[in-house]
Structure formats: structure tokens, C-alpha cells
């Protein structure tokens, strides 16, 4: 019998991951939130995924997290700010052989995961898939991609990739995950607090070349001197070539304050900011690019953190 797959989160990448999972006969179990959560999701009876137009459902067990039942894989499908506290709260359950996958966006809230729980193996992913919420239980594959996945401190690929394959979830092992997450960080950094500001789709960037190729100088910097100087090759020609391809979307925190959700902010602009002060490295226009970013979620009353 095969290790169930605990997912936290029945989100848009949480039921993305759930959905396929369980189709290719992995066992799948969900946690949601509490037990108003639950007896939402049991009325619904299952996870709804829209693909290519069409809605399939999938009845996946769902249980809170102060059920009983140990975990040994577990899916951390929540937002980087919420990860920390949803894991602390399964630490209990973990296995002694347990591993977390961490499927956040940003750098920051992966170490403040693991230093909750140090004995368990946690593990990195950077995806590019696309989901959203159009409903409750029921999510949009929006975008097809690929999810790298890897561990900091332990090159071994784990046997389970295997579930990955037969589930169709596109992915690869990477030996240089905190580079993946870095370059990613990066050009959120150069394109996404700069699409909120200027309310622009991303192509609207193209009219703000300078102010665009300036932050990629100080993001270079910034990935030097924190050791990350593959991270930084040719950062503002990707940036570039980024803005190009996807000139036609919104990017994810255009979303977010479009729709008044919290943003990643913390984990993304405000992780970048808090490396350099933590370096000693002056870079103006990217603090002052926090700073404008700040004011204008709280003119909008949205959380700055
Ligand atoms: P989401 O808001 O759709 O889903 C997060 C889910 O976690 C929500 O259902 C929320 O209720 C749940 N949650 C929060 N705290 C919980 C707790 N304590 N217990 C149980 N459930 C809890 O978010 P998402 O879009 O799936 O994003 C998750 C992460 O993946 C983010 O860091 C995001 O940046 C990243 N990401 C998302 C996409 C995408 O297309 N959606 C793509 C790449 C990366
Ligand atoms: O990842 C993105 C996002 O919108 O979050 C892109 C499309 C790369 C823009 O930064």
C-alpha cells in the first residue's frame, strides 16, 4: 500500500495536486481548516478540477487537523503566510520519517516551516502550473507548467517522484532549488509590485524600461552578495523576455489586490529588502519600491505584511 499523501490547503494548487493525485489511485487525504470546513466540504462531497473546459469531481477523505491519523507525506498547499501556523498545528501527527513538500511562492516561509519541525525532511518546490478558485471545492487549471523540486540539504531524489509521473504532474529534480526560488523571487520582484503601482497587465511594463532594468541592477547585486550568482545571469534579459511572453496577464499580485486578498508581499519584495539591510547593501530603488508598495496597500486598507 502506498503512503497517503496528506494535503494542507484545498486551494487552487492544493486541489490541483489532489485531484490528479487521486485520479492516478494515489491515496490523497485533505486537511482543511476546521470543522465548519469540513461539514462544507462533506455537503459538497468532493473536489471539483476544470480542464480544458470540462469539470471532473473527485471525492477525496478530508479530516481536520486534530485528527488522529499519522502523516507521513504532507503537502503544504497554503499561502507562505500561512504556512508556518498551519504546520505547527500537524507537528504532533508527523511520523519520524515525515516529509513536507512546500509548494510557497517567495523564500522565508520554507525555513520558518522547517525550524517548526526539525526532525521531519522538508522539501522545496518552485511551479510554474496555474490554478484559481472559481468556486468553492472547485478549481480552474489555468496554466500548464512544470514544479521543480528539490532539498537544500540532501541531494537523494525520494522514491515517491514516482506518484508524481503516474499522477501527470510535470516535474523535475533540482539540485539547486534555493536558486530556482531565488531567480523566481527575482523577477516577481522586477515585474509584480511595479504591475500593482502602475495598474498594468505585464506588457504595460514595457513602457517602463528604465525604472524595470534598474531594479534588475540592484536584484543582481542582491544575488550576489547573497551567494546566489547563478540566480543573477542575464536576470534583466529574462525579465525582459518574461514581461514579452506574458504581456497579456495580470500577475499574481495584481490579482491579489484586485480581488482585496492579502498579497505574498513579505515573502517576495519585503524578503528581498530584508537580505540586502541584513547585507548592509543600500539598494534605493528597491527599498524605495517597498516602500510605495506599503502606502498603497494600506491606502487600499489591504494587510503590509
Ligand atoms: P489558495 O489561497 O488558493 O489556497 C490556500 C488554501 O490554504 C486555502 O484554501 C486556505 O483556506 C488554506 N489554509 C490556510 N491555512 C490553513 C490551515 N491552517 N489549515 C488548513 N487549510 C489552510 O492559495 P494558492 O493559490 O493555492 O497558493 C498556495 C501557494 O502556492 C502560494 O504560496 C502561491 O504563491 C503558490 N503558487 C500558486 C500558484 C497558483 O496558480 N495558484 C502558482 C504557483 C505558486
Ligand atoms: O510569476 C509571476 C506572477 O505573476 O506571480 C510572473 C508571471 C512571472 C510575473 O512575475
Redesign the pocket.
Known amino acids: 500500500m502506498s503512503t497517503t499523501w496528506h494535503i494542507l490547503g484545498a486551494g487552487s494548487l492544493g486541489t490541483l495536486w489532489a485531484t490528479r493525485l487521486a485520479r492516478a489511485g494515489v491515496p490523497v487525504t485533505l486537511i482543511v481548516r476546521d470543522q465548519a470546513r469540513l461539514q462544507a466540504y462533506e455537503a459538497q462531497g468532493a473536489l471539483t478540477l476544470v480542464e480544458h473546459g470540462e469539470a471532473r469531481s473527485y471525492p477525496i477523505p478530508a479530516q481536520t487537523p486534530d485528527s488522529a491519523e499519522p502523516i507521513r507525506r504532507l503537502l503544504v498547499a497554503c499561502k507562505a503566510y500561512d504556512a508556518e501556523s498551519a504546520v505547527a498545528q500537524l507537528a504532533p501527527r508527523l511520523a519520524p520519517d515525515a516529509e513536507l513538500i512546500l509548494l510557497q511562492?517567495g523564500l522565508g516561509s520554507q525555513d520558518a516551516v522547517a525550524a517548526r519541525v526539525p526532525h521531519a525532511r522538508c522539501l522545496y518546490a518552485s511551479s510554474?502550473e496555474g490554478a484559481f478558485r472559481d468556486g468553492d471545492w472547485r478549481v480552474v487549471f489555468a496554466g500548464h507548467g512544470y514544479t521543480w523540486l528539490g532539498d537544500a540539504s540532501h541531494p537523494v531524489p525520494p522514491i515517491w517522484l514516482d506518484d508524481l509521473t503516474a499522477a501527470g504532474i510535470p516535474h523535475e529534480w533540482s539540485t539547486d532549488i534555493l536558486t530556482r526560488l531565488w531567480r523566481?523571487l527575482a523577477?516577481?520582484c522586477?515585474?509584480?509590485p511595479l504591475?500593482v503601482l502602475h495598474q498594468c497587465r505585464?506588457g504595460g511594463l514595457e513602457a517602463h524600461h528604465c525604472e524595470v532594468a534598474t531594479l534588475c541592477g540592484e536584484l543582481s547585486e542582491l544575488l550576489q552578495r547573497c551567494g546566489q550568482p547563478a540566480a543573477a545571469e542575464d536576470l534583466q534579459q529574462e525579465v525582459e523576455r518574461?514581461i514579452h511572453a506574458?504581456a497579456a496577464?495580470?500577475?499574481?499580485?495584481?490579482?491579489d489586490v484586485d480581488s482585496r486578498r492579502r498579497t505574498e508581499i513579505s515573502y517576495l519584495l519585503g524578503y528581498a529588502c530584508k537580505a540586502a539591510r541584513r547585507h548592509s547593501l543600500h539598494l534605493r530603488h528597491l527599498e524605495q519600491l517597498e516602500s510605495r508598495l506599503i502606502a498603497h496597500l494600506q491606502s487600499l486598507g489591504l494587510p503590509s505584511d
Request: charged residues 5%; aromatic residues 10%.
Open positions: 511562492n510554474t523566481k523577477l516577481n522586477a515585474i509584480n504591475t505585464n518574461v506574458t496577464n495580470y500577475s499574481s499580485m495584481y490579482q
